[in-house]
Nanobody
């Protein structure tokens, strides 16, 4: 099993930046796909970004393209989400997830990931 622990969340003003870190243990290095999801109050959990093991393929939700970047440092068993130019609508609990890659397209739904962290809160406000 894979254990995932997120960190790096906090309160930031619009336009600011945060870097989220997911520390992984277990079989994380063998997971073909890693992803970040987020869930705002009263909303469904939604995809933010996903990456294959080497970062050769990435996926970004339309509303974060050009602002967020996912990366993996496999030697350190970590996955990052760099968030720049944050907006109020980015406020949510952010979760990292580990799953599998079908060789064609990265998963962008929660059912395609089978290991989850506990989440870290990101609040964007003036």
């Amino acid at each position: 099993q894979v254990q995932l622990v997120e960190s790096g969340g906090g309160l930031v003003q619009p336009g600011g930046s945060l870097r989220l870190t997911c520390a992984a243990s277990g079989r994380t290095l063998s997971s073909p796909a890693m992803a970040w999801f987020r869930q705002a109050p009263g909303k469904e959990r939604e995809i933010v970004a996903a990456s294959t093991r080497t970062g050769g393929q990435t996926y970004y939700a339309n509303n974060v393209k050009g602002r967020f970047s996912i990366s993996r440092h496999n030697a350190k068993n970590t996955v990052y989400l760099q968030m720049n130019y944050l907006k109020r609508e980015d406020t949510a609990v952010y979760y990292c997830a580990a799953g599998w890659y079908n060789g064609v397209q990265l998963g962008n739904t929660t059912t395609q990931y089978d290991n989850w962290g506990q989440g870290t809160q990101v609040t964007v406000t003036s």
